[in-house]
């Protein structure tokens, strides 16, 4: 956990010195490029080819063109599904970043009530999608629930019927699930940060929130843009908690890209029309990752102690 | 929330192995806000864990009358006894037999292509680095329709087999950075001993490589092996019979058949979180790290 995380491309100095005999180095990685082809590289060309053919997913598969693509373009679910991406996206991230920063700033400490208060913290790392999605749909009925629990009845709404709601329980739990796991990789980017750094700070009289803004959040520009990188790519394909505790609904309200294909795909079994949104998805990723890296500037690997 | 974790800033990070310098007084003093925040976040977290625990011991008559946050009054085993005779221990062996069927390949594999490419040299292996690396970028899961059509051509589906496959694969292109990366650290004088005294590639792998990357292998294997063991697009999609499913799916179709029956259901939430809670327990600075494989710097 504590290495440097070097892209296997770079070169780490006169330390490595290359064997002569690569021939039968060749072989072994043979095993997980076969696998990795099959499995991952056929597949990323295949949905390409699948977005222009017609599939029910049982029959044959026929040659459509770019009728798929053409029928995207023009169908306004295509860009709700898109555009409430983008909603779970931003708002999932404006919650998860400040509060994960400060928990992770906060359970770095030493003290011991904030270790065993790590512990639970990280509790929800252990639990699927799937326990998470249905123990919240049980949390949030009105009548047997936290609102009766805590005898608070602005608690007791109809969270899962009501297309607003929805959607804010559904960033409400992906928040929930994903902050520990956030947490923890702010915890460790903490802990790399040198103490006389704050021992300076303090010599010169800044205050706690001074050293938060000046030190602290400078100092983990790389961990943020890492979290946010996972953040951000992690939630094109939220896909497992909303099939569980909404479905997509009520109506479309929760129907983000993930689902949409999946309940395209595989619920109305349009399969070449299902691809043509995995297409957007793989593109999207794609995308969005290089842009983070690039915001990042070109060296992200191991830079924690720049500046000192 | 986000208000009230916003105002304090929390006292200076101390690095675990620090040593008491003259100054370590000063940066324990107490922080109050934070600390208040912090019991706050635990409350956010604890809350809905404890209505799953103390839900799953109640009965159905108990979760209509009590307060939901309250004991369970008469606290029973059915709810548990109910899952367990739901075929329970077959998810379990299917979730078990899944995840060591794609963690181990996964990991073996991997740390093979890993040995090679920080050992060799030559435009093969570069290129087949490129393409692992390339994959770190990819969501795979929006390659889902191609993996399931490869699988019924491969008459693998509605196997336990078709979950394994593309598990592995999809574990590959993590596995290998972050394995070469504790390979490369391996100091040169240790092969280049191992080579004079004849040891061929495959032993210097073995008997070198391996004993000294073992934590990190630990720790992908711990990574690998949640992410298959919580996974739920693959088994949702490549099986359909109720014999082969795994846990979560197991759990989501015992929610549709039970879903009045919310202590049972609870119970089954329990009991498929169990084996990773004790593994908690048991080792969780392991767990831990495992769980941010490659993304700590």
Same mark, same amino acid.
């Given at each position: 956990?504590?290495?440097?995380?070097?892209?296997?491309?770079?070169?780490?100095?006169?330390?490595?010195?290359?064997?002569?005999?690569? @021939?039968?180095?060749?072989?072994?990685?043979?095993?997980?490029? /076969?696998?990795?082809?099959? #499995?991952?590289?056929?597949?990323?060309?295949?949905?390409?080819?699948?977005?222009?053919?017609?599939?029910?997913?049982?029959?044959?598969?026929?040659?459509?063109?770019?009728?798929?693509?053409?029928?995207?373009?023009?169908?306004?679910?295509?860009?709700?599904?898109?555009?409430?991406? #983008?909603?779970?996206?931003?708002?999932?991230?404006?919650?998860?970043?400040? /509060?994960?920063?400060?928990?992770?700033?906060?359970?770095?400490?030493?003290?011991?009530?904030?270790?065993?208060?790590?512990?639970?913290?990280?509790?929800?790392?252990?639990?699927?999608?799937?326990?998470?999605?249905?123990?919240?749909?049980?949390?949030?009925?009105?009548?047997?629930?936290?609102?009766?629990?805590?005898?608070?009845?602005?608690?007791?709404?109809?969270?899962?019927?009501?297309?607003?709601?929805?959607?804010?329980?559904?960033?409400?739990?992906?928040?929930?699930?994903?902050?520990?796991?956030?947490?923890?990789?702010?915890? @460790?980017?903490?802990?790399? /940060?040198?103490?006389?750094?704050?021992? !300076?700070?303090?010599?010169?009289?800044?205050?706690?929130?001074?050293?938060?803004?000046?030190?602290?959040?400078?100092?983990?520009?790389?961990?943020? /843009?890492?979290?946010?990188?996972?953040?951000?790519?992690? !939630?094109?394909?939220?896909?497992?908690?909303?099939?569980?505790?909404?479905?997509?609904?009520?109506?479309?309200?929760?129907?983000?890209?993930?689902?949409?294909?999946?309940?395209?795909? #595989?619920?109305?079994?349009?399969?070449?029309?299902?691809?043509?949104?995995?297409?957007?998805?793989?593109?999207?990723?794609?995308?969005?990752?290089?842009?983070?890296?690039?915001?990042?500037?070109?060296?992200?690997?191991?830079?924690?102690?720049?500046?000192? | 929330?986000?208000?009230?974790?916003?105002?304090?800033?929390?006292?200076?990070?101390?690095?675990?192995?620090?040593?008491?310098?003259?100054?370590?007084?000063?940066?324990?003093?107490?922080?109050?806000?934070?600390?208040?925040?912090?019991? =706050?976040?635990?409350?956010?977290?604890?809350?809905?864990?404890?209505?799953?625990? =103390?839900?799953?011991?109640?009965?159905?008559?108990?979760?209509?009358?009590?307060?939901?946050? +309250?004991?369970?009054?008469?606290?029973?085993?059915?709810?548990?006894?109910?899952?367990?005779?739901?075929?329970?221990?077959?998810?379990?062996?299917?979730?078990?037999?899944?995840?060591?069927?794609?963690?181990?390949? +996964?990991?073996?594999?991997?740390?093979?292509? +890993?040995?090679?490419?920080?050992?060799?040299?030559?435009?093969?292996?570069?290129?087949?680095?490129?393409?692992?690396?390339?994959?770190?970028?990819?969501?795979?899961?929006?390659?889902?329709?191609?993996?399931?059509?490869?699988?019924?051509?491969?008459?693998?589906?509605?196997?336990?087999?078709?979950?394994?496959?593309?598990?592995?694969?999809?574990?590959?292109?993590?596995?290998?950075?972050?394995?070469?990366?504790?390979?490369?650290?391996?100091?040169?004088?240790?092969?280049?001993?191992?080579?004079?005294?004849?040891?061929?590639?495959?032993?210097?792998?073995?008997?070198?490589?391996?004993?000294?990357?073992?934590?990190?292998?630990?720790?992908?294997?711990?990574?690998?092996?949640?992410?298959?063991?919580?996974?739920?697009?693959?088994?949702?999609?490549?099986?359909?019979?109720?014999?082969?499913?795994?846990?979560?799916?197991?759990?989501?179709?015992?929610?549709?058949?039970?879903?009045?029956?919310?202590?049972?259901?609870?119970?089954?939430?329990?009991?498929?979180?169990?084996?990773?809670?004790?593994?908690?327990? =048991?080792?969780?600075?392991?767990?831990?790290?495992?769980?941010?494989?490659?993304?700590?710097?």
């Amino acid at each position: 956990m504590t290495s440097t995380t070097t892209l296997p491309g770079q070169r780490s100095g006169a330390r490595r010195q290359r064997s002569n005999a690569t @021939g039968p180095l060749n072989w072994l990685v043979v095993p997980a490029l /076969i696998l990795f082809l099959v #499995f991952a590289i056929v597949p990323l060309v295949g949905v390409l080819l699948l977005s222009f053919t017609n599939w029910d997913g049982i029959g044959a598969i026929t040659f459509a063109g770019v009728a798929n693509w053409l029928r995207a373009i023009a169908d306004p679910k295509m860009y709700h599904a898109l555009g409430l991406t #983008f909603v779970i996206m931003a708002l999932s991230w404006v919650i998860q970043t400040p /509060i994960s920063l400060l928990l992770g700033v906060f359970t770095a400490g030493s003290q011991k009530y904030r270790a065993l208060l790590a512990v639970l913290y990280f509790l929800p790392l252990l639990l699927s999608s799937a326990a998470i999605a249905i123990a919240y749909k049980a949390l949030l009925d009105p009548n047997f629930g936290l609102a009766a629990g805590l005898h608070l009845p602005f608690l007791a709404q109809d969270w899962l019927g009501q297309p607003q709601l929805a959607l804010g329980v559904v960033i409400f739990v992906v928040s929930w699930q994903f902050i520990p796991f956030h947490t923890l990789i702010y915890q @460790g980017g903490v802990r790399q /940060i040198p103490r006389s750094l704050y021992e !300076a700070a303090e010599i010169d009289g800044a205050g706690r929130v001074k050293q938060f803004f000046y030190i602290t959040v400078p100092q983990l520009k790389y961990t943020i /843009i890492t979290s946010s990188t996972l953040m951000v790519v992690g !939630a094109l394909t939220y896909f497992d908690m909303i099939f569980v505790i909404t479905g997509g609904g009520p109506g479309n309200a929760t129907r983000n890209l993930a689902l949409d294909m999946y309940l395209t795909g #595989f619920m109305a079994n349009q399969m070449g029309q299902a691809s043509v949104i995995a297409v957007v998805l793989v593109v999207l990723g794609l995308g969005l990752a290089l842009l983070l890296q690039r915001l990042g500037g070109k060296d992200n690997n191991g830079s924690q102690l720049e500046g000192m | 929330m986000t208000t009230t974790l916003s105002k304090p800033a929390p006292a200076p990070a101390t690095s675990p192995t620090r040593q008491p310098t003259r100054f370590g007084r000063r940066v324990r003093k107490l922080n109050l806000p934070a600390g208040a925040a912090g019991w =706050i976040w635990l409350a956010v977290i604890i809350i809905p864990i404890y209505y799953i625990l =103390i839900t799953s011991f109640k009965s159905q008559a108990g979760y209509f009358s009590q307060n939901p946050l +309250a004991l369970p009054s008469n606290p029973t085993l059915e709810n548990y006894k109910m899952v367990i005779a739901n075929d329970f221990g077959r998810y379990f062996l299917n979730s078990v037999i899944v995840t060591l069927g794609a963690t181990v390949p +996964a990991v073996v594999f991997s740390f093979m292509a +890993a040995f090679a490419i920080v050992r060799g040299s030559g435009r093969f292996l570069k290129s087949v680095n490129a393409l692992f690396l390339m994959g770190l970028a990819i969501p795979l899961q929006a390659t889902i329709i191609p993996v399931y059509l490869l699988i019924i051509k491969m008459n693998l589906y509605d196997s336990l087999l078709a979950l394994i496959l593309p598990s592995i694969a999809f574990a590959i292109p993590l596995t290998v950075l972050i394995l070469s990366n504790f390979i490369r650290d391996v100091p040169n004088e240790l092969f280049e001993s191992m080579r004079l005294d004849g040891c061929s590639e495959w032993q210097t792998m073995w008997r070198l490589a391996l004993p000294l990357t073992k934590p990190a292998i630990v720790t992908v294997a711990i990574y690998n092996g949640l992410g298959v063991w919580n996974g739920f697009l693959l088994p949702l999609i490549l099986t359909q019979s109720p014999e082969l499913r795994v846990l979560p799916l197991a759990l989501w179709s015992f929610q549709g058949q039970y879903s009045v029956n919310i202590p049972a259901v609870l119970a089954s939430v329990v009991l498929t979180t169990l084996p990773i809670l004790v593994l908690y327990v =048991i080792g969780r600075r392991q767990l831990l790290s495992g769980l941010t494989a490659g993304f700590s710097k």
